[in-house]
């Protein structure tokens, strides 16, 4: 009989199957599948996961479901569907801007997680996507913070979408953002800035460490007001949270920054201010398709609320 694989099972309102690999017995004292889950997911009773699996929300490697009653087999690979009880809607929506055979290119409001996370599951923008345009195969080619507004490309594709991932790696692709942050006089700009990130403790962070460089990024002003200005941002690299970790480095955070310089508590992150979003745009996008040939141009039609 075929074993089933995330890619193959069909989503349910959007949402695809995870996977998880049951560990060997001597890590933990099992008698059925039902143990290990209300272990491995404290935050979901007992008797919550026992309805999701009769309903038939997790399956085994054939695709067949998974009783409340089944024993535990070691390194047995289950496949579940995620739900959320209660998740607030995100009151904002996305643009798709085009659209071909292989290509969604979406114009992402700020808030909106890229893909299903921690509490976003359905207020995410592909399972949001999958839902509106109908296609189970969507997939981002690159991701922007939740925080961030502006440009993501998606691939329809599976045969095709390493083919279009590998703009990224190779970084043929042309991005710039916009931002709005203070202004320091005694900067020359435009610049070039460069340091080393790596993971910080905590994990939503990044910091910077002494060594060689792995994040480079150009700045230039486009614009002064008083004491804050308009700055694009060309990313050389692509590490996680670069253009926040740099400008804050400057002594210019970036308006509303959540995280950098100063890291607000979780419990404030999540409220959602709707009011004070991050001012950074991913405004451009442009690259040769590797498929066609044709010069892929995009431009968000978004603007930052605080300039």
Request: one cysteine or more; glycine letters at 4%; charged letters at 25%.
């Given at each position: 009989m075929?074993?089933a694989?995330?890619?193959a099972l069909p989503?349910r309102?959007?949402?695809?199957?995870s996977?998880?690999s049951?560990p060997?017995r001597?890590?933990g004292?099992?008698?059925?599948v039902?143990?290990?889950l209300?272990?491995?997911?404290?935050?979901v009773?007992?008797?919550?996961?026992?309805?999701r699996?009769?309903?038939?929300?997790?399956?085994?490697e054939q695709?067949?479901?998974?009783?409340p009653e089944?024993?535990y087999?070691?390194?047995?690979?289950?496949?579940?569907?995620?739900s959320?009880?209660?998740?607030?809607?995100i009151?904002?929506?996305?643009?798709?801007?085009f659209?071909?055979?292989y290509?969604?290119?979406?114009d992402?409001?700020?808030?909106?997680?890229?893909?299903?996370g921690?509490?976003?599951l359905?207020e995410?923008?592909?399972?949001?996507?999958?839902?509106?345009?109908?296609?189970?195969?969507?997939?981002p080619?690159?991701?922007i913070d939740?925080?961030t507004?502006g440009l993501v490309?998606?691939?329809?594709?599976?045969?095709?979408?390493?083919t279009?991932?590998?703009?990224?790696?190779?970084?043929?692709v042309t991005?710039?953002?916009?931002?709005?942050?203070?202004?320091?006089a005694?900067?020359?700009?435009p610049?070039?800035?460069?340091?080393?990130?790596?993971?910080?403790e905590?994990f939503m962070?990044?910091?910077?460490?002494?060594?060689?460089?792995?994040a480079?990024?150009d700045i230039?002003?486009l614009?002064?007001?008083?004491?804050?200005?308009?700055?694009?941002?060309?990313?050389?690299?692509g590490?996680k949270?670069?253009?926040?970790?740099?400008?804050?480095?400057?002594?210019?955070?970036i308006?509303?920054?959540?995280i950098?310089?100063?890291?607000?508590?979780?419990?404030?992150?999540?409220?959602?201010?709707?009011s004070k979003?991050l001012q950074?745009?991913?405004?451009h996008l442009?690259?040769t398709?590797?498929?066609?040939?044709?010069?892929?141009?995009f431009?968000?039609?978004?603007?930052?609320d605080?300039?």
């Amino acid at each position: 009989m075929p074993q089933a694989s995330a890619a193959a099972l069909p989503t349910r309102d959007g949402v695809g199957p995870s996977c998880i690999s049951l560990p060997a017995r001597s890590t933990g004292a099992w008698a059925q599948v039902i143990d290990f889950l209300a272990d491995r997911f404290p935050s979901v009773s007992r008797e919550e996961i026992a309805a999701r699996m009769q309903r038939g929300d997790v399956v085994d490697e054939q695709g067949e479901m998974i009783s409340p009653e089944r024993h535990y087999q070691p390194h047995l690979k289950l496949y579940y569907y995620r739900s959320i009880a209660v998740e607030a809607r995100i009151p904002f929506d996305a643009v798709v801007l085009f659209q071909d055979d292989y290509l969604v290119v979406v114009d992402k409001p700020h808030f909106l997680p890229v893909t299903p996370g921690g509490r976003y599951l359905q207020e995410t923008l592909l399972v949001r996507l999958k839902r509106k345009l109908g296609i189970d195969t969507l997939a981002p080619m690159h991701r922007i913070d939740r925080e961030t507004a502006g440009l993501v490309l998606f691939t329809k594709q599976p045969l095709t979408r390493g083919t279009y991932q590998n703009l990224f790696s190779q970084k043929v692709v042309t991005k710039s953002y916009q931002a709005i942050a203070g202004f320091r006089a005694e900067l020359n700009f435009p610049m070039t800035y460069r340091s080393r990130l790596v993971e910080a403790e905590h994990f939503m962070r990044m910091r910077e460490v002494d060594g060689e460089p792995n994040a480079e990024t150009d700045i230039e002003v486009l614009e002064v007001k008083d004491q804050r200005a308009c700055y694009r941002l060309r990313p050389a690299t692509g590490k996680k949270h670069q253009l926040r970790v740099h400008m804050a480095s400057l002594g210019i955070p970036i308006r509303n920054d959540q995280i950098y310089p100063h890291h607000l508590s979780k419990e404030e992150i999540e409220q959602d201010d709707y009011s004070k979003p991050l001012q950074l745009l991913a405004e451009h996008l442009s690259f040769t398709d590797p498929l066609t040939g044709q010069r892929r141009s995009f431009d968000s039609q978004r603007r930052l609320d605080a300039w």
